[in-house]
């Protein structure tokens, strides 16, 4: 593995020596926004939704003999964490080829590429061609995707097993829409495993010491 850095998509950054199977990714810290993003949103709005600073956090990561990579560009342009089905076709002027399914992310407008920004306001005043979504999907989440699924594979084939710790933030305080309720102070380091279904219990649970 060798270090990454494409300006404007995405970066990597490989320790010099890989003593452990470890691979982090942000996904949302990316601030530069392609000049041909053309959206009519209030810029300041638009960038509440990156998890800005989140790869720095980890940047000790390769030290410590880990991979760590992520993207130069906003979430709000083309979202790596979502797939290429949440796809909203309302955006889209002509007919799209590729397969769709029904998301609740993009029905809420935050789909693969997001209708909305975070006051829920409408990010163009156009519809988006054909050309320029193929273009964020081959440029910016392919690429992501590919240099990540490498990332995983030579970590894989290097200790026969990885573990993958996909970095995000979220505000320091809950919100209306939180579960649980306003105005609740969060935790510092949340492992999220997406209800049980993104790894093993034994990774995420602190167990008590065993006794004896
Ligand atoms: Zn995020």
């Keep these: 593995m060798h270090d990454i850095d494409r300006t404007g998509i995405l970066f990597l950054k490989t320790p010099v020596s890989n003593s452990v199977p470890l691979v982090l990714d942000s996904p949302h810290s990316g601030t530069t926004y392609p000049d041909d993003f053309d959206h009519v949103s209030d810029f300041t709005v638009l960038r509440r939704a990156e998890d800005t600073y989140v790869h ?42 590729g397969p769709v399914v029904s998301s609740e992310k993009a029905d809420a407008g935050i789909g693969l590429i997001w209708r909305v920004n975070q006051n829920n306001e409408n990010l ?65 380091f949340v492992l999220g495993d997406r209800h049980g279904t993104t790894c093993d219990p034994d990774l995420v649970i602190e167990r008590p010491p065993k006794e004896g």
């Design 56 to 97: 720095e956090l980890y940047d000790c990561a390769p030290r410590y003999g880990a991979v760590l990579m992520g993207a130069h560009f906003p979430r709000s342009y083309i979202d790596v964490n979502r797939s290429l089905e949440e796809i909203d076709l309302s955006m889209i002027d002509g007919n799209w080829e």
């Design 124 to 188: 163009y005043d156009r519809k988006l061609s054909i050309e320029e979504v193929r273009h964020r999907i081959l440029t910016y989440w392919q690429a992501y995707h590919e240099t990540l699924k490498n990332s995983l594979e030579e970590t894989h084939t290097r200790f026969g097993k990885y573990v993958h710790i996909n970095c995000h933030s979220m505000p320091e305080i809950s919100n209306e829409s939180s579960k649980e309720g306003p105005g609740v102070r969060r935790a510092e």
